[in-house]
């Protein structure tokens, strides 16, 4: 590897390699919150053990996790955390930065693939059953609709725009993971739930381009989104706890045991490994439409 380096250089390596994710790869602001976590992480432990990132070595790396490990840090971190590392040294060394990699041989640790926490149809048709008219009850339904939908990511939510939705044509534009576009169906309930959204959005004069806002005309954040549907939840009695992913895995659940078409279900996801959605158990769109309005509970 290269001479020994300084805490200066390292936090350079780190923040060109934070820069080339966000522009040359175009990772999700989420992803790269992940990325700076890990690397942060990492560093301390270096800087903790007298070692620079440019001439660790394996067992450097090895005993790194060694220390996860007895934290209980879960097997799923563990192997976000090396596939973080292999990135960050693939990087480096792509950039003549280094000339050998330390994660050369490293084993990741395995992935737990049990299944999601999902909700039956029946507490999707009560936690969509929102009665009032209020203009934040108006939005969180679309909200919720809309994820349910689609199966949104919630970063995917948050960053939909006006020009996201065609009314008309009855799909939604989203951009996923490495800035990847999808288009997807938009149910029959959706929709009813967009329009009356954005017909009382429009009543308010908003300027945001945000598809859904807050009070006071901003973008909604992932944890507001968070929070309104803890909130319907327990206003509507439902006896459990859900994050918006699971509104996520139920759609995927609830269109895969009525289809049966895994790649279909893989497309509308947006995963581009099939073994990802298989933990659920190259379409068209036109296919795509079709298993959805012919599985899709809320279609």
Known sequence: ????????????????????LQYEKQYTQDTLVNYKIDLKQFSQYLKNNNFNIDDVSKDNIEQFFMNLHKLGISGNSLARKASTLRSFYSYLLKTSQISITPMSGIKTPKLSKKLPNILSISDIDTLCNISETTMVALRDKAIIEVMYSSA?????????????????????????????????????????????????????????????????????????????????????????????????????THLLEASGDLRAVQEFLGHEDISTTQIYTNMDFEHLNKVYKNSHPRA
């Open 152 to 252: 949104l990511r919630l970063s995917e939510l948050t960053q939909l725009n006006i020009d996201s939705i065609d009314m008309l044509s009855k799909y939604v534009k989203v951009i996923g993971k490495g800035r990847k576009e999808r288009i997807l169906p938009l149910g029959e309930q959706a929709l009813l739930a967009l329009k009356i959204w954005i017909a009382k959005r429009a009543e308010s004069r908003i300027s945001c381009d945000a598809l859904f806002v807050n009070k006071y005309g901003d973008r909604l954040s992932n944890r507001s989104i968070q929070n309104r549907i803890n909130f319907w939840v327990k206003k509507q009695g439902l006896n459990c706890k859900i994050s918006p992913h699971t509104l996520r895995h139920s759609c995927a």
């Open 1 to 20: 590897m290269t001479a020994r380096g300084t805490l200066s250089s390292e936090k350079t390596y780190i923040s060109e390699f934070v820069k080339y």
